[in-house]
Nanobody
Framework: QLQLVESGGGLVQPGGSLRLSCTTT????????IGWFRHAPGNKREAISC????????YYADSVKGRFTISRDNAKNTVYLEMNSLNNEDADVYYC?????????????????WGQGTRVTVSS
């Protein structure tokens, strides 16, 4: 069982920044596509950003392009989501997920393991 643990959420003022982290033990995250998701209407999860096993496979939702950056630190077995210029629409619980399959996708339906989430609150 791959258990993902997110951290880094918290309260930030509009325009501020946060860095979310996703890590696990016993498994090597660099072998998997890792995604960050948040809630979407209809009890679904919206893909915010995904990073495949190759850096060419990177996805950002239009709403976060130019503001968020996903990256890996393989030495720390951690995937980060750097979030800048945060606004009220970014406030949500952010989930880290791992796709163990071989095909590149940032569709939540294909992700096999999920973390418990970390809450981001944007407020002045």
């Amino acid at each position: 069982q791959l258990q993902l643990v997110e951290s880094g959420g918290g309260l930030v003022q509009p325009g501020g920044s946060l860095r979310l982290s996703c890590t696990t033990t016993r498994y090597t995250l660099e072998s998997y596509t890792i995604g960050w998701f948040r809630h979407a209407p209809g009890n679904k999860r919206e893909a915010i950003s995904c990073l495949g096993t190759s850096v060419e496979n990177t996805y950002y939702a239009d709403s976060v392009k130019g503001r968020f950056t996903i990256s890996r630190d393989n030495a720390k077995n951690t995937v980060y989501l750097e979030m800048n210029s945060l606004n009220n629409e970014d406030a949500d619980v952010y989930y880290c997920a791992a796709d163990l399959g071989n095909q590149w996708s940032c569709d939540a339906r294909w992700f096999d393991y999920w973390g418990q989430g970390t809450r981001v609150t944007v407020s002045s």
